[in-house]
């Protein structure tokens, strides 16, 4: 009986973390959270599946790291602040029409209920959206302000994936440009 001999992978703590990150992230886009198993994982990134959990700590931990990779609207925030109301208004009228391009994005709002993806959603929201919009206002209540201009974003993904794609019209830009300005003012 021969043994197989199998060509050893050098140790590359940072290359291995990054294969798993990218065999998630494929798998997540494409099978979704709940399909998705660490050890489906571990054979994508030609990894030991306890790397995954030295690494990460669990799946859970592992789709909050894939999300920190994902895109943000956070780019808007930079600027002119006076123009702040029409970059977001410019963005959420994609949004009318696109849903996210990133599979990740789309995971999420397919498992938007799964309690550890949505304790994973909550924190980059509030880490990656909220808290750098409320950075940037100034005069009272920015918390709230902040709070109200990302609920008009979230709402039209909501309604965009319930009733479908619209085309925006210029006429919807500025409405919602003035719908900004009201949830931005000091």
Partial sequence: MN??????RPRDR????????????TLFGEQGYEQVTVRMIAAAAEANIALVGRYFGS?????????QGEPT???LFTGRPEELPRRLAEYAAQRMQHPPESPILRTLERSAYHPEVRAAARERLLTAVLSPLEAILTGPDAHARARMAVSVVLGIGAMR???GPEQPTPADVDRLTAVFEACLAG
């Fill in 59 to 67: 799946k859970a931990g592992l789709f909050a790291a894939v999300l």
């Fill in 14 to 25: 940072e290359a291995t973390r990054e294969r798993i990150l990218q065999a998630a992230r």
């Fill in 73 to 75: 609207f956070g780019e």
């Fill in 3 to 8: 043994p197989q001999v199998t060509e050893a």
């Fill in 161 to 163: 994936r319930r009733v």
